[in-house]
T-cell receptor, first 119, second 115 residues
Framework: AQTVTQSQPEMSVQEAETVTLSCTYD???????LFWYKQPPSRQMILVIR??????QNATENRFSVNFQKAAKSFSLKISDSQLGDAAMYFC????????????????FGKGTLLTVNP | DTGVSQDPRHKITKRGQNVTFRCDPI?????LYWYRQTLGQGPEFLTY????????KSRLLSDRFSAERPKGSFSTLEIQRTEQGDSAMYLC?????????????FGPGTRLTVT
């Protein structure tokens, strides 16, 4: 079974600064997807960024980028030019790339990192 | 695209009562998922539908839980004889069969409090 570990329960960053959230995972599969989701307080979960394991290039979405280290099974999220609206719980998630069998479709989440942005 | 919607957003019930939650997925999505999120934890998978067929159930889904997706559209999650341990946020997500089929889009959740 796959597991996802987020070792930082809480992080804080000054507005306009850069912060990196850590995520490691354990799997025996070679092909999979990794995601970072953002969950603002009392609001729904939003997909921030995705990474296909077969791609060597790190994904980037505006101020959000990842550092995907497949051999190390590490998938960190970097937020540049942090804004007050970035304050939220961030979850790292894993999904198998196999498209057969319902259990392969589920997302496995870490426990999350609570990001505070200080003005 | 109106997004995934869930109803109700909040439910308070007494132990032993039955509750039912509804999820409306993104209209063109044929895959629907239920997750449960307790305080301080990430969401945990409960069950998965492809169209109207329930193809996977987690061990977390005890006999008191039942989910349906009639006609492959909206889904309901019913909890019978609720217990205090059922208090959690119940999240619904959906995904499609074209493009980035591996991406799941979440609804706002139903927060259940069992007193």
């Amino acid at each position: 079974a796959q597991t996802v570990t987020q070792s930082q329960p809480e992080m804080s960053v000054q507005e306009a600064e850069t912060v990196t959230l850590s995520c490691t995972y354990d799997t025996s599969e070679s092909d999979y997807y990794l995601f970072w989701y953002k969950q603002p307080p009392s609001r729904q979960m939003i997909l921030v960024i995705r990474q296909e394991a077969y791609k060597q290039q790190n994904a980037t979405e505006n101020r959000f980028s990842v550092n995907f280290q497949k051999a190390a099974k590490s998938f960190s999220l970097k937020i540049s030019d942090s804004q007050l609206g970035d304050a939220a719980m961030y979850f790292c998630a894993y999904r198998s790339a196999r498209n057969s069998g319902g259990s392969n479709y589920k997302l496995t989440f870490g426990k999350g990192t609570l990001l505070t942005v200080n003005p | 695209d109106t997004g995934v919607s869930q109803d109700p957003r909040h439910k308070i019930t007494k132990r032993g009562q039955n509750v039912t939650f509804r999820c409306d997925p993104i209209s063109e999505h044929n895959r629907l998922y239920w997750y449960r999120q307790t305080l301080g934890q990430g969401p945990e998978f409960l069950t998965y539908f492809q169209n109207e067929a329930q193809l996977e159930k987690s061990r977390l889904l005890s006999d008191r839980f039942s989910a349906e997706r009639p006609k492959g559209s909206f889904s309901t999650l019913e909890i019978q004889r609720t217990e205090q341990g059922d208090s959690a946020m119940y999240l619904c997500a959906s995904s499609g069969t074209t493009g980035r089929i591996y991406e799941q889009y979440f609804g706002p959740g139903t927060r259940l409090t069992v007193t």
